[in-house]
Nanobody, 113 residues
Framework: VQLQASGGGLVEAGGSLRLSCAGSGSIFRLMGWYRQAPGNQRELVAHITRDGTTNYADSVKDRFTISRDNAKNLVYLQMNSLKPEDTAVYYC??????????WGQGTLVTVSS
């Protein structure tokens, strides 16, 4: 099972980025994104179930949108109105049908002020 994340980069405050994560080797009941800023614990950003139910951290509600393509095992995170405090390494995460966790490699998002 693999999760391959992409789409990070450097953006100015107020800008947008789109992260993508491609899963392979399993069917995932839940896919999502976590992030970890320097000196902080890893935190949930958003996740989405196979039927499209979403959950967001309060800090990103109304700015970030998570979506997925079940047929292709893809999950996306559209990040708008980015703030410097969104700077972090973003990790793709998924749970399979047996609730086992999988993690992708991180992708760095840097928001300059």
């Amino acid at each position: 099972v693999q999760l391959q994340a992409s789409g990070g980069g450097l953006v100015e405050a107020g800008g947008s980025l789109r992260l993508s994560c491609a899963g392979s080797g399993s069917i995932f009941r839940l896919m999502g994104w976590y992030r970890q800023a320097p000196g902080n614990q890893r935190e949930l950003v958003a996740h989405i179930t196979r039927d499209g139910t979403t959950n967001y951290a309060d800090s990103v509600k109304d700015r970030f949108t998570i979506s997925r393509d079940n047929a292709k095992n893809l999950v996306y995170l559209q990040m708008n109105s980015l703030k410097p405090e969104d700077t972090a390494v973003y990790y793709c995460q998924a749970k399979d049908l047996f609730f086992k966790d999988y993690w992708g490699q991180g992708t760095l998002v840097t928001v300059s002020s």
